[in-house]
């Protein structure tokens, strides 16, 4: 996030799209809920009528995978309507003159086919939004988790760039990440194109102070991504290690994902529970888990957090680094020799440029988001408050592309993916944890009342989602728009992703998960 | 800015308890007392997350040329008040108030495990000795024991109608899935239609538990621990599910986690949670953890061995994938859960041991 959770509380306009806030970042929501006390008003796209749905002063129930369509023809009204902020463009930005030109093609009217919304109020969004004195932009996976992601974040920056809602208390660009540490995995260089800290692979210099700080010759060159990794499995890739998490049942496609685990000659998973992914190892070693492991963790503000072992583990369970660490030995690489989390800590502090002011015993109470380059920095609650990283801000010239797979006579039914309050990711952890169940005991698949009655369809009864064969109980519901139907890829027994995930972004090879054409076949009772 | 910000608030003065303290407008007497001179103030129903309510009037002090003593959590501090937060008058009214409360209530000792903020009530009895059944009658409230959810406990037979639990569900959560009905002795907390709160607009973040005073609201999943032997620790930690980062204590005794409180410090959260840093804790110590290196078998079984058994493996195989298919066969992916160390390590291990930038993480899914 460009700026922090408490900022939430301080737009006039806030605008929420993809993403399901009140049921994935709960807390957060409640920022939100608290500006509206105060008097911001929020607009809500999203295909489904969410919660936040219900209490947005403007909500546009736009089709699935079509928010491209809907950023271009706020732009156009921003430009028509003299709503630019030509001070921060001329200053900060390149690239105005371009982009202000393209979109003058793209009207409500045009977006309005697209999108299914009115095209009043894609226009009356643009300009709350245009007007505002601190416009504030939050997304999710419902942004990113298409073929079009990038191009979906670029058209939101686009509308921070031209309104200069950017680098100021209560504006900025917003995703709000999905796991616990997915920021801080990044932070740390688990990435392809990355070293730690955001050093680029292909950068001459980060790769000599790499190559000399892990004591051989690291490649110039980024990395594949783990998806292009697993369709070489078996061909090109021939061996993995997994630290927990559950692939097989998380990611795009099940049977493809079981299929090239299953053709590597040696695969070792890391986890805390068996998971379906496990089952496929050759080797699994049990790492202590949340409450018996001392660690950090880097929220979506990127302020960086003390996680404190309470108890024992279990058996002989150890820490991840740990057990990564004795291989790395094992195989004759330098500098595994760590004695504690404090240690490697603070190897990544001295290695990261926006982590380099800070230690483990500086993190303690959790006061500082990166970066903070130098000890006596204070943090840095703000970002692109004076410029942007690589200077200015640039303008993207972006065009609507369809999903992927777009409904047809054969398919004629939206399926869309997400996640419930209750469960969490592939409830290893929620579904085993006491009383959730009573909330949340099977999953089911969201369906306009309307739609089941056109459809032939009855609340409660089982259908079958094609293609694929796919089993699921029928839940009516006005949250679903006619048309789309929605289900979350929480339980096992119901692998949602073996209908999703047939395209990818080319450029951060995301799935797209969130989009995809079906039939729904109603099971005769026996 | 923040100097002309300044210049622009008035300071004012008063006094408190004969000292002198500054203050800006809008201040109440009982912030003004509490954090300048550091006076003590009984309260129950104030939290300082919410809008001051003025119930109990516990917190009365005595303002000079004012006859009846005051409540301070709601009277805003003005120029030359003369404030007195402790005098024989004021502490016999608070006792007596206590006495009154205590006498509505079928037990005042309530287990620590059942939230944040369940000992309020039962400290102030004991330190002003109000346990005295001068006014021994008629009990308040009515339990709604048939609320069956795993979560909540709803005993408002204990309840003293400070509605903490409908204002943070209001204030902090914007939710209203709770409510009063009635007044004075059947002041009754509940949802609407009163439905069960599975039935209501709750989420089960847990947030009136960990505010309630008395533990008329309890935490039903730590209250399983009651019989635990051992005295309750806590450990300051962060949530392990989303991105915000919620600050949370892990209460243990001995070696099992029994509940999890929120940090009312914590500085993404502020004391909020939601169902899953609150309630979602006890896969930690579920039967089903692995406990033991496993290696598979021909047959596809796996084994439990020691870790050097394990670790050994673990690197031969890498080494022959290496020997036979170079260094680019080999590929790893870091979790999104687990902390920075496993990250780093993890990225590290690839880069060090094989020299490519064959890592990923899991944000792609
Ligand atoms: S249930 Fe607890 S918090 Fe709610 S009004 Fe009663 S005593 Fe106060
Ligand atoms: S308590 Fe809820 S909102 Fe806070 S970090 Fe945990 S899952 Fe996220
Ligand atoms: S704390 Fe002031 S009236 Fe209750």
Redesign the pocket.
């Known amino acids: 996030m460009s700026n922090p959770l408490i900022d939430m509380q301080k737009p006039d306009v806030i605008f929420a799209i993809g993403t399901n806030m009140t049921e994935c970042?709960?807390?957060?929501a409640t920022g939100i809920k608290k500006a509206l006390a105060k008097g911001s008003k929020l607009i809500v796209a999203d295909p489904r009528r969410i919660r936040l749905a219900e209490i947005a002063d403007l909500y546009l129930p736009i089709r699935v995978g079509s928010d491209v369509a809907l950023a271009l023809a706020m732009a156009h009204v921003i430009v028509r309507e003299g709503l630019v902020d030509l001070d921060f463009v001329a200053d900060r930005t390149t690239g105005a003159e371009a982009f202000f030109e393209h979109v003058g093609r793209f009207t409500p009217e045009w977006a309005s086919k697209i999108c299914e919304v009115p095209a009043a109020d894609i226009e009356t969004a643009a300009l709350w939004y245009g007007k505002a004195d601190k416009g504030a932009i939050y997304y999710t996976l419902g942004i990113t988790e298409h073929i079009c992601g990038v191009d979906n974040v670029q058209s939101l920056c686009n509308l921070a760039l031209m309104t200069g809602h950017i680098g100021r208390e209560g504006t900025g660009v917003n995703p709000m990440r999905g796991q616990?540490n997915i920021q801080g995995a990044g932070d740390c260089g688990a990435v392809p194109a990355n070293f730690p800290g955001f050093q680029p692979c292909n950068d001459p210099a980060s790769v000599e102070k790499f190559s000399k700080a892990y004591g051989r010759q690291i490649d110039g060159e980024k990395g594949i991504t783990k998806v292009a990794a697993l369709n070489l499995c078996g061909n090109g890739i021939h061996a993995m290690i997994i630290n927990g998490e559950n692939t097989v049942v998380s990611d795009p496609d099940r049977h493809h994902c079981e299929h090239a685990l299953k053709s590597l000659d040696h695969l070792v998973v890391i986890d805390i529970f068996m998971t379906d992914t496990a089952e496929l190892a050759d080797i699994v070693l049990p790492a202590t888990s949340w409450g018996e492991t001392d660690g950090v963790q880097t929220?979506t503000e990127r302020r960086v957090q003390r996680l404190r072992k309470a108890v024992e583990p279990p058996g002989e369970a150890k820490p991840d680094w740990w057990i990564v660490s004795e291989i790395g030995k094992r195989l004759g690489a330098h500098g595994f020799e760590y004695e504690s989390a404090k240690d490697v800590f603070n190897e990544l502090c001295e290695l990261s440029p926006i982590y380099n002011g800070l230690d483990w015993d500086r993190i303690d109470k959790g006061e500082y988001q990166w970066p903070v380059p130098t000890k006596d920095h204070p943090g840095t609650p703000i970002l692109h408050i004076n410029e942007f990283k690589n200077g200015r801000g640039v303008f993207k010239v972006i065009g609507y592309r369809d999903p992927a797979e777009v409904i047809n006579d054969e398919f004629p039914v939206w399926l869309t993916t997400g996640r419930r309050l209750q469960a969490?990711h592939t409830r290893t952890q929620t579904g085993r944890s006491a009383g959730i169940d009573y909330l949340l005991a099977e999953e089911s698949l969201e369906v306009n009342p309307a739609d089941l009655e056109a459809w032939g369809l009855k609340d409660g009864q089982t259908c079958k989602i094609s293609s694929g064969s796919l089993e699921i109980k029928i839940k009516a519901t006005e949250i679903s728009p006619r048309g789309t139907v929605f289900t979350s890829f929480s339980f096992a027994d119901v692998p949602v992703n073996i209908l999703t995930g047939s395209g990818y972004d080319p450029i951060t090879d995301t799935a797209e998960l969130k989009v995809c054409p079906v039939r729904l076949e109603a099971i005769p009772d026996v | 800015m923040i100097a002309e910000a300044k210049a622009e608030l008035k300071v004012m003065t008063m006094t408190v308890d004969n000292q002198t303290v500054n203050f800006t407008e809008g201040e109440t007497i009982y912030q003004v007392a509490t954090r300048r001179p550091g006076k003590e103030i009984p309260t129950l129903c104030y939290d300082d997350r919410l809008e001051a309510f003025g119930a109990c009037r516990l917190c009365v002090v005595e303002v000079e040329g004012v006859r009846a003593p005051v409540a301070s959590c709601t009277t805003k501090a003005t120029e030359g008040m003369k404030v007195t937060t402790q005098s024989a008058r004021i502490e016999k009214y608070r006792k007596t108030l206590l006495e009154m409360v205590a006498s509505e209530n079928r037990s005042i000792d309530v287990d620590p495990l059942s939230g944040y903020a369940s000992q309020e009530f039962r400290m102030l009895i004991d330190h002003y000795d109000a346990r005295t059944g001068r006014f021994a009658g008629k009990k308040s409230g009515t339990s709604n024991t048939s609320d069956k959810n795993p979560f909540i406990l709803r005993d408002y037979d204990n309840c003293i109608s400070c509605y903490r639990c409908v204002r943070v569900c209001a204030e902090q959560e914007g939710d209203h899935a709770i409510n009063v009905m009635n007044r004075g002795f059947s002041t009754q907390i509940i949802t609407e239609f009163n439905r069960q709160l599975r039935d209501s607009q709750c989420t089960f973040?847990g947030q009136c538990v960990q505010t309630c005073p008395t533990g008329a609201l309890g935490d039903a999943k730590a209250l399983r621990a009651v019989e635990v032997e051992g005295k309750i620790e806590k450990t300051r930690t962060?949530?392990?599910?989303?991105?915000?980062?919620?600050s949370?204590d892990i209460m243990t005794r001995g070696q099992k986690i029994v509940g999890v409180q929120?940090a009312m410090d914590g500085p993404?959260?502020k004391g909020?949670?939601?169902?899953?840093?609150?309630f979602a804790f006890d896969f930690v110590q579920h039967e089903d953890r692995l406990t033991q290196p496993l290696i598979k078998q021909e047959d596809g079984t796996f084994k439990e061995v020691d870790w050097d058994t394990a670790l050994d493996a673990a690197a031969d195989g890498y080494r022959k994938v290496l020997e036979k298919y170079g260094r680019h066969a080999i590929y790893g992916v870091a979790s999104g859960r687990a902390p920075h160390e496993a990250a780093y390590t993890m990225q590290k291990f690839i880069r060090a041991s094989f020299g490519t930038n064959y890592i990923d993480n899991c944000s792609r899914a």
Do not use: E, S
Request: glycine residues 10%; proline residues 11%; contains cysteine.
């Open positions: 970042h709960p807390v957060a616990n929220n969490y | 973040c962060i949530c392990p599910y989303c991105g915000v980062g919620c949370v929120p993404a959260n909020a949670l939601c169902i899953k840093g609150q």
